[in-house]
């Protein structure tokens, strides 16, 4: 079955900085990549995703890199601000185009200010 | 629009003991989802739902836990009797139509159950 493997589990960076979040994935035939963020007391939100036909998709501060030949996927904020601390979440479907995600342990990212 | 909504956001009860929780998906998704979340950890599907079947239920416990979704609307999962290793967040998600893949899961605010 699938296996996702999220780094680091936490990340501090100060306010205006970038922050960088790598998954990796163990089954070739995953071709849809989520990228979710859960705030205290919240369930988890989409902010991106990215399906396997193209490697880079981005909107605003956030940007997602796809390498499917080494099959890892990685979140990038930029200028980050407070309001970004928070749990992020990568996860992956088995099989496919799946409507079973497994996710990533999580990083918490922290935003100094 | 109002999101998936779940009750109760929290429950506290005594192991052995039976605990229920609710779901209410977004209005016109097809597909429904369970989810266990341990802290420090990512959701865990436990059960999903095409309408009222239930496709994908291989990671729920079957011994102690139920789910039902009558009418392909609400769902209700249960625990009876509840352990001390159930405490987590549990998490209910809908979407539009789980076949396709790559619809986006919507999440509710989840219910925090603490088995003392």
């Known amino acids: 079955g699938e296996n996702v493997e999220q780094h680091p589990s936490t990340l501090s960076v100060q306010e205006g900085d970038s922050a960088v979040i790598k998954c990796t994935y163990s089954?070739?035939?995953?071709?849809?990549f989520p990228w979710y963020k859960q705030e205290l007391g919240k369930g988890p939100q989409l902010i991106i995703d990215?399906?396997?036909?193209?490697g880079e998709k981005k909107d605003q501060r956030i940007a997602v890199t796809l390498n499917k030949t080494a099959k890892h996927f990685s979140l990038h904020i930029t200028e980050t601000q407070p309001e970004d601390s928070a749990v992020y979440f990568c996860?992956?479907?088995?099989?496919?185009?799946?409507?079973?995600?497994?996710f990533g342990a999580g990083t918490i990212l922290r935003v100094k200010s | 629009e109002a999101g998936v909504v779940q009750s109760p956001r929290y429950k506290i009860i005594e192991k052995k003991q039976p605990v229920a929780f609710w779901c209410n998906p977004i209005?016109?998704?097809?597909?429904l989802y369970w989810y266990l979340q341990n802290l420090g950890q990512g959701p865990e599907l436990l059960i999903r739902?095409?309408?009222?079947?239930?496709?994908?239920d291989s990671q729920l416990p079957k011994d102690r836990f139920s789910a039902e979704r009558l009418k392909g609307v609400d769902s209700t999962l249960k625990i009876q009797p509840a352990e001390l290793g159930d405490s987590a967040v549990y998490l209910c998600?809908?979407?539009?139509?789980?076949?396709?893949?790559?619809?986006?899961?919507?999440f509710g605010p989840g219910t925090r159950l603490t088995v003392l």
């Open positions: 996860a992956a479907p088995p099989n496919g185009y799946g409507n079973k995600l497994v």
């Open positions: 990215i399906r396997s036909n193209v």
């Open positions: 209005s016109g998704h097809n597909t």
């Open positions: 089954d070739s035939a995953s071709n849809y």
């Open positions: 739902y095409e309408n009222e079947e239930a496709v994908d």
């Open positions: 998600a809908s979407s539009l139509d789980g076949r396709n893949g790559d619809n986006e899961q919507f």
